[in-house]
């Protein structure tokens, strides 16, 4: 029998030997043999002829080995099926571990060698694997899922600024690997109360911006400057204080603190006089002298005036009134040194510093004629007289009390050492003009100013300050424009030819005009005033800002002179008339 054959059939007695379940192999001697040459004599004659050659072949052989080797298979075949479908030791053997089919997503199986066990007639299946989550991903928390984010806290800010802090929130952060973990989220950060971000990077709560660019008056200029503002969550940043301001070149600041003004000038003639200086023409002759030749005066329209008391209806306290002078206005030197604030802290008792350290007067006294307060008092007969039995007062250059006006000891009038001081002034009188054709809305007082001071300059009318000659509110009467504007008192008002309307601001509301307004070319049209004949505001289109119909302004008329050029009738506010302006140097 060719060998193969005998190893398949040696295989299926082996099957059929434990399918009879003997726990031993049977003897094989003997009849066996016989059965086993029965069996192969049911073959071919070829097939036995090569198993009796294969069993002469057989040396040494036990009979019972043989009778097995040709029944069955040989060694090897045996040991071939026993490897194959037999376990090697109690029915056992190595296999990989089963896929675990309830690992998460994201999960790999860890293939190991498991034990299998051959049990009614088949093997045991294999234990389920072990599982680990793939490289690009966790085992969450709960050991449950493999995961590559999670909700995480930030992570604080180790480079915030200064006055910031970490804003804790949860984010989302993301598995980078098993060597470097979780990435980090590092937290936002905010600003600390009180405090801002502009840049976002630092914190602030304060910071230096310009200051406020605010309107200034006329004949001032602002100083810009660098200040700070702070910052609040409730607030914001505060606004930034004012600019600074000061008065232009020849004006100083008057003692409102809230006007530029051409002050009241004071100076002394170069050397000392005696007592017969001609009366008062002879002393204000020496003085306007001296501005006319003064090349920072000569040009402007200064008056001057001897500083000192000639008689009882000619003495020192009076003289703004006199000669007609801003008694508010501050007195300073030639050299801009303040002495007095105005006119009443000349006489008060006490100046500010003395004439001659304001290099009013050189040294020495000069010629005063005057008590402290101000009235006559010896005066060389009105300045008149240079006799050695006359007196006349003096006052000390270099005291601040009481005596710089009057010493106790009088000069005879015949002495030649004391000096007169002079007071100057512009005296420049004062424009009205007329401007626009408008409605009763103005803009109010600041809207009708803005449009007199742009008249002004396009007519080049060379004054330094110009008004609305208007009535607004109970606050801001038209006779109360000296009052709260400075508007001079004393000199004359004139149209921008020259012409004069009246002399003064007295007359100018009692008396009426020289001639009609319309007659001086100042306005050939009605004009609104808000004001009665005497000056008191009425009715003013709810204070110069309504055009409306359902309201009315009181007007003045050109054609008069009498006090109707001043409150002559209403007209509703939508009506479109002049207005009229008063371009003055305070």
């Given at each position: 029998?060719?060998?193969?054959?005998?190893?398949?059939?040696?295989?299926?007695?082996?099957?059929?030997?434990?399918?009879?379940?003997?726990?031993?192999?049977?003897?094989?001697?003997?009849?066996?043999?016989?059965?086993?040459?029965?069996?192969?004599?049911?073959?071919?004659?070829?097939?036995?002829?090569?198993?009796?050659?294969?069993?002469?072949?057989?040396?040494?052989?036990?009979?019972?080995?043989?009778a097995l080797g040709d029944a069955a298979v040989s060694d090897a075949a045996v040991s071939d099926a026993v490897v194959i479908d037999m376990p090697a030791e109690a029915g056992t053997k190595e296999v990989d571990c089963g896929g675990s089919p309830d690992k998460p997503s994201n999960a790999v199986d860890v293939i190991e060698k498991v034990?299998?066990?051959?049990?009614?007639?088949?093997?045991?299946?294999?234990?389920?694997?072990?599982?680990?989550?793939?490289?690009?991903?966790?085992?969450?928390?709960?050991?449950?899922?493999?995961?590559?984010?999670?909700?995480?806290?930030?992570?604080?800010?180790?480079?915030?600024?200064?006055?910031?802090?970490?804003?804790?929130?949860?984010?989302?952060?993301?598995?980078?690997?098993?060597?470097?973990?979780?990435?980090?989220?590092?937290?936002?950060?905010?600003?600390?109360?009180?405090?801002?971000?502009?840049?976002?990077?630092?914190?602030?709560?304060?910071?230096?911006?310009?200051?406020?660019?605010?309107?200034?008056?006329?004949?001032?200029?602002?100083?810009?400057?660098?200040?700070?503002?702070?910052?609040?969550?409730?607030?914001?940043?505060?606004?930034?204080?004012?600019?600074?301001?000061?008065?232009?070149?020849?004006?100083?600041?008057?003692?409102?603190?809230?006007?530029?003004?051409?002050?009241?000038?004071?100076?002394?003639?170069?050397?000392?006089?005696?007592?017969?200086?001609?009366?008062?023409?002879?002393?204000?002759?020496?003085?306007?002298?001296?501005?006319?030749?003064?090349?920072?005066?000569?040009?402007?329209?200064?008056?001057?005036?001897?500083?000192?008391?000639?008689?009882?209806?000619?003495?020192?306290?009076?003289?703004?009134?006199?000669?007609?002078?801003?008694?508010?206005?501050?007195?300073?030197?030639?050299?801009?040194?303040?002495?007095?604030?105005?006119?009443?802290?000349?006489?008060?008792?006490?100046?500010?510093?003395?004439?001659?350290?304001?290099?009013?007067?050189?040294?020495?006294?000069?010629?005063?004629?005057?008590?402290?307060?101000?009235?006559?008092?010896?005066?060389?007969?009105?300045?008149?007289?240079?006799?050695?039995?006359?007196?006349?007062?003096?006052?000390?250059?270099?005291?601040?009390?009481?005596?710089?006006?009057?010493?106790?000891?009088?000069?005879?009038?015949?002495?030649?050492?004391?000096?007169?001081?002079?007071?100057?002034?512009?005296?420049?009188?004062?424009?009205?003009?007329?401007?626009?054709?408008?409605?009763?809305?103005?803009?109010?007082?600041?809207?009708?100013?803005?449009?007199?001071?742009?008249?002004?300059?396009?007519?080049?009318?060379?004054?330094?300050?110009?008004?609305?000659?208007?009535?607004?509110?109970?606050?801001?009467?038209?006779?109360?424009?000296?009052?709260?504007?400075?508007?001079?008192?004393?000199?004359?008002?004139?149209?921008?030819?020259?012409?004069?309307?009246?002399?003064?601001?007295?007359?100018?509301?009692?008396?009426?005009?020289?001639?009609?307004?319309?007659?001086?070319?100042?306005?050939?049209?009605?004009?609104?005033?808000?004001?009665?004949?005497?000056?008191?505001?009425?009715?003013?289109?709810?204070?110069?800002?309504?055009?409306?119909?359902?309201?009315?302004?009181?007007?003045?008329?050109?054609?008069?002179?009498?006090?109707?050029?001043?409150?002559?009738?209403?007209?509703?506010?939508?009506?479109?008339?002049?207005?009229?302006?008063?371009?003055?140097?305070?």
């Amino acid at each position: 029998m060719p060998r193969h054959l005998v190893g398949i059939y040696g295989l299926f007695g082996v099957f059929f030997m434990l399918g009879a379940c003997n726990d031993t192999l049977p003897d094989l001697g003997g009849e066996p043999q016989a059965d086993a040459q029965a069996s192969d004599g049911q073959a071919s004659d070829g097939q036995a002829s090569d198993a009796q050659t294969q069993d002469a072949q057989t040396q040494d052989a036990d009979p019972a080995d043989g009778a097995l080797g040709d029944a069955a298979v040989s060694d090897a075949a045996v040991s071939d099926a026993v490897v194959i479908d037999m376990p090697a030791e109690a029915g056992t053997k190595e296999v990989d571990c089963g896929g675990s089919p309830d690992k998460p997503s994201n999960a790999v199986d860890v293939i190991e060698k498991v034990t299998v066990t051959y049990d009614a007639g088949s093997w045991t299946e294999p234990s389920l694997c072990e599982w680990v989550c793939a490289d690009t991903h966790t085992l969450s928390q709960d050991e449950q899922a493999c995961i590559n984010e999670k909700q995480a806290e930030c992570s604080p800010d180790p480079n915030k600024p200064a006055n910031s802090q970490d804003v804790i929130v949860e984010v989302t952060v993301r598995w980078i690997s098993a060597s470097q973990s979780w990435q980090t989220a590092t937290c936002a950060w905010a600003c600390v109360a009180d405090h801002i971000s502009e840049d976002g990077q630092t914190c602030i709560q304060s910071k230096n911006v310009p200051c406020a660019l605010m309107a200034v008056p006329e004949q001032a200029v602002s100083t810009f400057a660098t200040v700070q503002v702070v910052y609040s969550d409730a607030n914001g940043w505060s606004a930034p204080t004012d600019c600074s301001w000061t008065c232009a070149t020849g004006f100083v600041l008057h003692h409102t603190k809230t006007l530029c003004v051409r002050p009241l000038l004071l100076f002394s003639t170069p050397t000392g006089m005696n007592g017969d200086l001609n009366g008062r023409d002879g002393v204000d002759k020496r003085c306007q002298t001296l501005v006319d030749t003064n090349p920072d005066l000569k040009d402007l329209n200064i008056r001057a005036h001897a500083l000192l008391s000639v008689d009882a209806n000619d003495d020192l306290r009076n003289m703004p009134l006199a000669y007609g002078f801003d008694a508010q206005r501050p007195l300073v030197s030639l050299s801009r040194t303040k002495v007095a604030n105005s006119w009443g802290e000349l006489l008060d008792g006490n100046i500010e510093t003395t004439l001659q350290k304001a290099e009013v007067l050189a040294t020495g006294r000069w010629w005063s004629g005057s008590k402290p307060d101000g009235s006559a008092y010896h005066t060389c007969l009105g300045w008149t007289s240079s006799a050695s039995n006359q007196w006349g007062t003096t006052g000390f250059a270099d005291q601040t009390d009481n005596t710089w006006v009057t010493t106790n000891d009088y000069f005879y009038c015949h002495n030649t050492s004391a000096r007169l001081v002079c007071i100057a002034y512009d005296a420049s009188p004062t424009v009205l003009f007329n401007f626009g054709v408008t409605g009763g809305d103005l803009g109010g007082r600041a809207g009708a100013d803005q449009s007199c001071r742009k008249e002004m300059e396009s007519r080049s009318i060379d004054r330094t300050h110009a008004r609305a000659f208007i009535g607004v509110n109970t606050n801001d009467q038209l006779l109360e424009m000296p009052f709260n504007y400075l508007l001079p008192t004393q000199r004359p008002f004139v149209s921008h030819k020259g012409e004069v309307i009246q002399d003064d601001w007295s007359r100018l509301l009692t008396q009426g005009l020289y001639e009609s307004l319309s007659k001086l070319d100042v306005t050939p049209y009605i004009w609104w005033s808000g004001s009665d004949k005497n000056g008191k505001v009425v009715e003013t289109c709810r204070g110069w800002t309504s055009a409306s119909t359902l309201e009315i302004g009181r007007r003045g008329s050109p054609l008069y002179t009498d006090s109707r050029w001043l409150d002559y009738q209403t007209y509703n506010c939508s009506t479109r008339i002049n207005i009229l302006c008063a371009a003055f140097n305070p």
